[in-house]
């Protein structure tokens, strides 16, 4: 066995199951209730983290390094959804000189 298979049978899988579930909860959460742009960015991005850490954790259980590439791509379209998400909330702060989502609404036609 190598030392990635044996770091990871030394924690059940079921505390990976957990701690992604926890962490996912907290950026659901934060993406419902906050009213903050970057806020609800930050969120989305601890969701999509959750998501890497159980693929990462299933694929070294499994033995199979798909879900490890998986995880690449997820990064991929994560650093993606920065640039083009702060892009965006740069331009509605030059427009409205706030990031609160409600104000948003002054946008509409």
């Not at 009213?35 to 693929?55: C, P, T």
């Not at 390094?65 to 509605?92: C, D, N, R, Y």
């Not at 702060?93 to 409600?102: A, E, F, V």
């Amino acid at each position: 066995m190598d030392n990635i298979t044996q770091n990871l049978q030394g924690v059940p899988l079921n505390h990976y199951i957990w701690l992604s579930a926890i962490i996912f909860s907290i950026g659901v959460i934060g993406v419902l209730t906050r009213r903050n742009a970057i806020v609800i960015f930050m969120s989305v991005e601890l969701m999509l983290n959750a998501v890497n850490l159980l693929l990462a954790a299933f694929s070294v259980h499994n033995n199979d390094p798909s879900g490890q590439v998986f995880v690449f791509f997820i990064m991929v379209l994560a650093a993606a959804e920065v640039a083009v998400g702060l892009s965006i909330i740069v331009m509605i702060y030059r427009n409205t000189q706030s990031t609160d989502i409600n104000v948003l609404n002054r946008l509409k036609w």
